[in-house]
């Protein structure tokens, strides 16, 4: 997945402001679910949540510069699945994370139903 | 109302984001209510929408700024009432716009229920 | 210009939350830079600032939608350019502004320079 | 630090988006500098930046939701420093992490200098 860094993504430090790549992740997940016809929720109060990420700034990026996000599963278990997520710029890595995703209905974590299972492979 | 002005809020540029400044107002309007004990929107999918803004961007503010948000009432009608709304850097106004919002529920303008007349006053 | 509409880009009301129209006008504006190889600032401190803007809220657009962004030159001044950009959703006008582009060096208004004259037709 | 939850801070599930807390994290850590009459950046190219975030959600936080942040140094040692910061609603802790900040002069990892030691106890 492709994404282009604009105004709004930079802040004053003059590069894209740290948070944005947890964003461009998560931008990441959803085209995931887009791009098989889905939308991340399905309308009963339920889908993946993040509880926890571990991520690592590498470099920086820039105003105009195109960024690749990548995206593979790490660990899937019963309610929940880890993922590991890479951001490049020109081939080069400039930020990596693994998410942890929890599925959860009605604020409360579900066994991920069978339609989901492996579904970010 | 005060703000600050985080790294968040500013771009590649140095100042703050230009659509930045209609957030603060938004905050502003949002204050209004929680100042009186009410949410912006009543849980029975009626609230004010923005249709429309006339803005001018005066001035610019940068990171650590503090400023202010001054809100009035330019008139109010049945289904609708306009703002103006004005930010302010150290007395000197760097941002103005007259905002229209209209009351809706279900998707649809409706009178301005009568607890919410003369609300923004 | 197509754009997705991310969690990111929504608000507790379900739909795209209202300034992020701007953004997305913002970020057409700066596509057709880099479409002709160049950024919207040139390094020696100048480029287009954001004077006023005169929008229209006219529908909403949720999660997963794809929007696309129309620019055009309504005005061009010696100093300054006004463009009309609109928003459509599966064909239908969502959104609409007029927004008026001044040119800007050390924080002065300037004369468009020559090559980046007729820049946004 | 208060941070108040504001309708841009919330996405369509109608709660807080993940990244935020990140963000409110950021300004908790501005207003340190701010407090002490300091800007983040020193005007030099030199600065703390953001290396590694170890995060947790615990909980959720919702639209007008009255936010704590507390930080609090974990480590410091010649060119970094680790904080703790965790985020309570109602005196609940809905988000911790262990933020790494580098210290970088023009794009290198340098020595903090003194003014800058312990600076965040």
Known sequence: M???VYYEDTDAGGIVYHTNYLKYCERARSEI???KGKTP???DNSGFVVSHIDANFLGMAKLGD???VKSEVLQEKKASV???QSIFKDKKKIFDMSVTLVFVRDG???AIPEELQN???
């Open 33 to 35: 679910f887009f791009a």
């Open 66 to 68: 195109m960024l690749e």
């Open 2 to 4: 492709k994404i282009r």
């Open 82 to 84: 880890v993922l590991k």
């Open 108 to 110: 409360r974590p579900r």
């Open 41 to 43: 929720t399905d309308g």
């Open 119 to 121: 579904f970010f492979n």
